[in-house]
């Protein structure tokens, strides 16, 4: 785990990658985030599409929390629904008219330096969705997860179709695993985030 300007900690999937300790700086900055805002209620904002290899993290972690057990009105962006460039305007509106009581963590690919392929990062603050190939979103979110799935100077759009889907999905285990972990123990400081188990 690296740490950079602006408190965005790198961590590493490819090496000894360490759930703990990525739930632990997550919640940390969650609580941090709930207490300022005074807000107790948590949604994922995963972002992107099943369209393109490379874009399509975002969903597979909205996905997969929901196959955990994460109730469905925490999560906006799955494989099913996606949230991409051509909605993310209106998903974003939607998100804050409906869901203004919750700290918003945005999850996305994205593209960096070629060392730091395979790395997760996590910060405070928004993201800007689609800048590293060229794309003109609004930033979104009070907490920022991404997965860097690739390397690109000039934002070449062609990038995201090009990446291997072992890399997506190594990525997607990590941060799912990561993020039910830290969840599971903010559980009782958390509105109604997971599914009450249903009995056979």
């Not at 974003?92 to 994205?110: F, H, L, N, P, T």
């Not at 123990?185 to 188990?197: L, S, T």
Request: net charge neutral.
């Amino acid at each position: 785990m690296k740490t950079w300007n602006r408190e965005i900690y790198y961590y590493d999937t490819a090496f000894e990658f360490e759930a703990e300790l990525f739930a632990g700086h997550f919640l940390n900055l969650l609580l941090e985030e709930m207490k300022r805002q005074k807000k107790s209620k948590v949604m994922f904002l995963c972002i992107g599409t099943d369209r393109s290899t490379g874009d399509s993290l975002g969903p597979l972690i909205g996905y997969k929390l929901m196959k955990q057990g994460v109730k469905h009105d925490r999560i906006i962006g799955t494989l099913e629904q996606p949230v991409h460039a051509l909605n993310l305007e209106d998903s974003v509106k939607r998100m804050e008219k409906i869901y203004y009581d919750s700290v918003i963590v945005a999850v996305d690919a994205s593209v960096g330096n070629v060392e730091h392929i395979g790395y997760i990062t996590l910060g405070r603050g928004s993201l800007r969705p689609g800048l590293g190939v060229r794309k003109n979103l609004d930033a979104v979110g009070d907490i920022f997860i991404t997965g860097i799935v690739g390397a690109s100077k000039d934002g070449d759009p062609l990038l995201l179709q090009n990446i291997r889907l072992s890399l997506v999905m190594r990525l997607a285990d990590c941060i799912s695993k990561s993020l039910l972990l830290g969840m599971s123990a903010i559980g009782k400081y958390v509105d109604n985030f997971f599914m009450e188990p249903t009995l056979l």
